[in-house]
T-cell receptor, first 114, second 112 residues
Framework: ETGVTQSPTHLIKTRGQQVTLRCSSQSGHNTVSWYQQALGQGPQFIFQYYREEENGRGNFPPRFSGLQFPNYSSELNVNALELDDSALYLC?????????????FGQGTRLTVV | DQQVKQNSPSLSVQEGRISILNCDYTNSMFDYFLWYKKYPAEGPTFLISISSIKDKNEDGRFTVFLNKSAKHLSLHIVPSQPGDSAVYFCAALNNYGQNFVFGPGTRLSVLP
């Protein structure tokens, strides 16, 4: 077990709705990243937060946004949901930003958009 | 443009034999590589990593080899066990050490 927990584990939303996914990072980890894993693909980087600031972003539109809180927990918000947003959303925490350190992943939130 | 490639979507190996999973990358600026294992309904679990200053890293039954000139790495599992059956992702850390670039994964099945 990695100590990274995500909620909810499963979610069904309708196209056009908004969704918030939550993540509690491993104790002592100040860097949180979010990844989207579509079926049959590897995880794709969405963005990273370090000390409550976004400090890196992948190729995702602005309707994907996030927050990191003082306790280093994090949220991923997706507005105007589209069918293609259906995927497994993974949160990962690292002990520090940058440098050669591994990331520890939560179990993911499976989002289905209908 | 896929910067990390795993060209074998699946691999089947007999229990006790060696499993070899391959990964190729295109970005010569990558300098840290990792392997993750993923079971259904779970997040990826870190397995082993290697820095570009090394060509081999070993941890128990798992060994990762890196060939920088060929931009190729491989994961060897010896001996393979049925519990090793999972999807294995190769990942590279980007230039700024900021985020991981993952391959599409290889599904390993270890047959008893």
């Amino acid at each position: 077990e990695t100590g990274v927990t995500q909620s909810p584990t499963h979610l069904i939303k309708t196209r056009g709705q908004q969704v918030t996914l939550r993540c509690s990072s491993q104790s002592g980890h100040n860097t949180v990243s979010w990844y989207q894993q579509a079926l049959g693909q590897g995880p794709q980087f969405i963005f990273q937060y370090y000390r409550e600031e976004e400090n890196g972003r992948g190729n995702f539109p602005p309707r994907f946004s996030g927050l990191q809180f003082p306790n280093y927990s994090s949220e991923l918000n997706v507005n105007a949901l589209e069918l293609d947003d259906s995927a497994l959303y993974l949160c990962a925490s690292r002990a520090r930003q940058g440098g050669n350190t591994e990331a520890f992943f939560g179990q993911g939130t499976r989002l289905t958009v209908v | 443009d896929q910067q990390v490639k795993q060209n074998s979507p699946s691999l089947s190996v007999q229990e006790g034999r060696i499993s070899i999973l391959n990964c190729d990358y295109t970005n010569s600026m990558f300098d840290y590589f990792l392997w993750y294992k993923k079971y259904p309904a779970e997040g990826p679990t870190f397995l082993i990593s290697i820095s570009s200053i090394k060509d081999k890293n070993e941890d128990g039954r798992f060994t990762v080899f890196l060939n920088k000139s060929a931009k190729h790495l491989s994961l060897h599992i010896v001996p393979s066990q049925p519990g090793d059956s999972a999807v294995y992702f190769c990942a590279a850390l980007n230039n700024y050490g900021q985020n991981f670039v993952f391959g599409p994964g290889t599904r390993l099945s270890v047959l008893p």
